[in-house]
C-alpha cells in the first residue's frame, strides 16, 4: 500500500477522534497528516515525511492550538434585565405577605410578594430576591 494512502487513513481517524474529544490537537494532528500525504504523494522517501509530519503538528499545537482554545472557552454568561436582579438584596418599605408588598431594590421601588405565602415581612428587613414575575419581585427574608 502506499504511504500516502496510510496518511490520509491516518488523518481520517484523527479527525474522527477530535469530532468526540473537541480539544483542537486531535484536529491539528489529522491537518499535519493530511499535509504528510500530499508529501508523500509527490514521492519523498518516509524519513521526510515523518519530519514533515513533526513539524506540521509542532507548528500547530505550538502555534494554532493556544488560539483556537481561547475561542473555544467563552466567558461565563452575564445576567442583564430583570435576571440580574434575582439573588440581589432588597429593602422591604412596606410590609410583604404572600399577596402584595413593597421593596427596593438597587435604588427602585419594586411590587413583591413573599415567596413563602405565609410568610409576613415588616417594613426595614432586608430580603433576598428570589425570583421576578412580571413586575413583581418574590422575595424571602435574610437570616
Known sequence: MDSWIIW???AAALGVAEIFTLT???GIL???ALLTAGVAAVG???ALQIIVFVLAAGAGLIGVRPIAMRH???????????SALV?????VTREVTGRDGRVRIGGEEWSARAYDETLVIP???TVDVI???GATALVYPRE
Request: proline residues 18%; aromatic residues 6%; positive net charge.
Open 131 to 133: 425570583e421576578i414575575e
Open 44 to 46: 519523498l522517501p518516509p
Open 87 to 91: 439573588g440581589k438584596p432588597a429593602y
Open 72 to 82: 473555544i472557552r467563552q466567558p461565563p454568561a452575564q445576567r442583564f434585565g430583570v
Open 24 to 26: 483542537a490537537a486531535l
Open 123 to 125: 417594613p426595614g428587613a
Open 8 to 10: 490520509i487513513i491516518l
Open 30 to 32: 489529522s491537518v499535519a
